[in-house]
């Protein structure tokens, strides 16, 4: 069981595939990057296993693949497979935009997705095409119906909240839980990266407190629900009558570092210690110099002891420089 210097049992690995996206959401990605990991930068497939392996054999057991947009990756079934097969590891999870999801959906069941997390920050088209500003609500939502019909449950929906953007359409979110058993979750807004997303994510933040107070006065009130999970970093609620959740992550106004079970690794193979943090540590020079599984582990468990305690984004400081689409989320 690898824990850290603070007691948490680290054992949950989220792996960014690649940096690339296909929307450009307005606090998460410039319109403008160019600043991507050249393909020969990022793991290989056969890479990516070995990570796995070595997390399964130190005691990880589950395992998120993101981005940028993980879709992007033409190996992306091979991956799935390769992870889904390491002894040890019991759920491979997705988080996506969904917008290329939906021919996908069966063949990623197959080969051994559990589940997705599916990003969607407005039911209206014209809003979700201001926000996520690529992409349609129609393809999303495509995605979002295939990820269903192929067993890909509970559907996960993230929603980021966004002042000017999408803050009354919590409410039209929060009611698809009404009648469908999917999760939905609002994100409180953070201040990434720099320049105009970090800018965006600064001056358009909403609070969890607000936005859960925007559903009770139109959809009556929500009653808490017990977190299935410790390291749930979702605060979760029902609808009177509801047959899905109304969950709220808040990682500024009520931080979950406390309870934080997560190891990211980056596209370009680099343990990232934190999501507030640009400290790493470089995996790929031992996986391409011909070391052993043991240095892997090594590697890996000295990423976990060097894990922070938090962050302070409630008192206002960041300390990365890193976006949202080069970490994964
Ligand atoms: N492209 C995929 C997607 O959008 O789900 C996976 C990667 S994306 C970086 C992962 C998650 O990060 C998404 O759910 C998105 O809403 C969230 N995100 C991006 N920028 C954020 C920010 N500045 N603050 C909070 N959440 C953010
Ligand atoms: Fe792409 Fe996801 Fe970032 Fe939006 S949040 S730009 S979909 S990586």
Not at 50 to 56: D, G, K, S, Y
Not at 191 to 208: I, Q, T
Request: a neutral charge; aromatic letters at 6%; hydrophobic letters at 40%.
């Amino acid at each position: 069981m690898p824990l850290d210097r603070f007691g948490r049992n680290i054992n949950y690995l989220r792996i960014s595939l690649i940096d690339h996206c296909n929307l450009r959401c307005v606090y998460c990605m410039p319109l403008d990057t160019t600043a991507y990991a050249p393909s020969s930068e990022l793991l290989t497939a056969g890479e990516i296993e070995r990570v796995a392996r070595a997390a399964a054999d130190v005691g990880f057991q589950k395992i998120r693949l993101t981005g940028g947009e993980p879709m992007l990756r033409s190996d992306l079934v091979d991956i799935v497979k390769r992870i889904s097969r390491t002894d040890g590891i019991r759920e491979v999870a997705m988080t996506t935009n969904g917008v290329l999801l939906a021919p996908k959906a069966d063949e990623l069941a197959a080969a051994g997705l559990g589940r997705v997390n599916l990003h969607i920050d407005s039911l209206d088209p014209e809003r979700f095409a201001r926000l996520m500003r690529f992409g349609t609500l129609r393809q999303a939502w495509a995605g979002l119906e295939a990820a269903e019909r192929a067993g890909l449950s509970p559907i996960k929906i993230n929603s980021v909240v966004t002042r000017g953007y999408n803050e009354e359409d919590v409410i039209e979110l929060a009611r698809l839980t009404l009648r469908n058993s999917w999760h939905v979750r609002f994100i409180e807004l953070m201040p990434l990266g720099e320049g105009g997303c970090a800018k965006v994510a600064r001056d358009n933040f909403v609070s969890s407190a607000e936005t859960m107070r925007r559903i009770e006065d139109e959809l009556g009130s929500l009653s808490s629900v017990q977190n299935t999970h410790p390291s749930d970093e979702s605060v979760n609620f029902r609808l009177k009558g509801a047959k899905g959740i109304v969950g709220f992550i808040s990682p500024v106004s009520d931080p979950y570092c406390g309870t934080c079970n997560r190891m990211r690794l980056n596209a370009n193979g680099r343990f990232h210690l934190c999501l507030l943090s640009d400290d790493e540590l470089d995996v790929r020079a031992a996986l391409r110099n011909g070391s052993g599984d043991d240095a892997i582990r090594d590697i890996l468990l000295q990423a976990v002891l060097a894990k922070p305690t938090g962050h302070r984004l409630s008192e206002g400081i960041s300390t990365s420089n890193r976006s949202m689409f080069q970490i994964g989320g």
